[in-house]
């Protein structure tokens, strides 16, 4: 079954302080990995996409990084501000056996900055 | 600014009571989707349209309609056959490349009475 698991489910860090989050996923025939910023009550906002070749792309304090050999990604947040404060949500595409392709969403880690 | 624009933002419903929220974007983008996000789980996906007038059905159909008579506009009805309603139910758009990006609306909070 095509899953994609995020850890930690939450996390809460200081202002200016580095975090890191997880997904693993099952997915395939892999085709790209994407990392959403969820504001409360907003909608989800692409922040990177990472495709098979790259490993590491950067946008901004985000930095996001992919592992196609054991299908983990990462993202890292450096120098947290009060605005990082949101759920982030990993997705996958995977390709369908005759075109199209199909999304799978993890659950999100809801992270908390404070002062 | 181009777009996604979902109405209305907080809904209330009553048990047995149909509601439709709309959904309108000008990316000029040929697919577009609805998912529902609860607590604690991804977003599921509940219909889908590729193109004008052809729809398909995601993992949760059962108790939702929908129509694509413009490609600007994708319209979910929540019928009254849907057992568990209240969610928050958010529509995108994108392009059809395999890397397309999805563009997000703000979101639609319903709540049955």
């Known amino acids: 079954k095509n899953q994609v698991e995020q850890s930690p489910q939450s996390l809460i860090i200081l202002e200016g302080k580095n975090c890191t989050l997880q997904?693993?996923?099952?997915?395939?025939?892999?085709?790209?990995l994407r990392w959403y910023k969820q504001d409360t009550g907003r909608g989800p906002v692409s922040l990177t996409i990472?495709?098979?070749?790259?490993n590491t792309k950067s946008n901004g304090r985000y930095t996001a990084t992919l592992d196609a050999d054991t299908k983990q990604s990462s993202l890292h947040i450096t120098a947290s501000q009060l605005s990082d404060s949101a759920s982030y949500i990993c997705?996958?595409?995977?390709?369908?056996?005759?075109?199209?392709?199909?999304?799978?969403f993890g659950t999100g880690t809801q992270l908390k900055v404070e002062l | 600014d181009g777009g996604i624009t979902q109405s209305p933002k907080y809904l209330f419903r009553k048990e047995g009571q149909n509601v439709t929220l709309s959904c309108e974007q000008n990316?000029?983008?040929?697919?577009m989707y609805w998912y529902r996000q609860d607590p604690g789980q991804g977003l599921r996906l509940i219909y889908y349209?590729?193109?004008?007038?052809?729809?398909q059905k995601g993992d949760i159909a059962e108790g939702y309609s929908v129509s694509r008579e413009k490609k600007e506009s994708f319209p979910l009805t929540v019928t009254s056959a849907q057992k568990n309603p209240t969610a928050f139910y958010l529509c995108?758009?994108?392009?059809?490349?395999?890397?397309?990006?999805?563009?997000f609306g703000e979101g639609s909070r319903l709540t049955v009475l």
């Open positions: 995108a758009s994108r392009d059809t490349a395999y890397t397309g990006e999805l563009f």
């Open positions: 997904c693993n996923y099952t997915v395939s025939p892999f085709s790209n």
């Open positions: 990472m495709t098979f070749s790259e």
């Open positions: 997705v996958v595409t995977s390709i369908l056996t005759g075109g199209g392709n199909k999304l799978t």
């Open positions: 990316l000029n983008h040929d697919a």
């Open positions: 349209s590729q193109i004008v007038n052809d729809f």
